[in-house]
């Protein structure tokens, strides 16, 4: 199972930017898919996931009416739509794909990352 993020990238504040996480060796359909990210110093937060039983999704306050995560099964992707980006949505984030079908089963396979830079 493999995971690989895109799209990250420098942007001014108020910008938005696209994040990607593409699977390959196995079917996204099956798994919940989350979103993490982890600024320096700063510990691991969750950022958004979507369940794959009934699409069911999740955000914190911190990026409620901001971000929205979507799938492609299609194209074995989910994605990450950011809005109205922050400084401190700086970070890297992670994809990372569930146990099984609920964002509340715990995440077993992650991404490499990718950088989110929200600057002027």
């Known amino acids: 199972m493999r995971l690989a993020e895109s799209g990250g990238g420098l942007v001014q504040p108020g910008g938005s930017l696209r994040l990607s996480c593409a699977a390959s060796g196995f079917t996204l359909d099956y798994y919940a898919i989350g979103w993490f990210r982890q600024a320096p110093g700063k510990e691991r937060e969750g950022v958004s996931c979507i369940s794959s039983s009934d699409g069911s999704t999740y955000y914190p306050d911190s990026v409620k009416g901001r971000f929205t995560i979507s799938r492609d099964n299609a194209k074995n992707t989910v994605y990450l739509q950011m809005n109205s980006l922050k400084s401190e949505d700086t970070a890297t984030y992670y994809c990372?794909?569930?146990?099984?079908?609920?964002?509340?089963?715990?995440?077993?396979?992650w991404g490499q990352g990718t950088q989110v830079t929200v600057s002027s």
């Open positions: 990372a794909a569930g146990y099984g079908d609920s964002c509340n089963g715990g995440f077993g396979s």
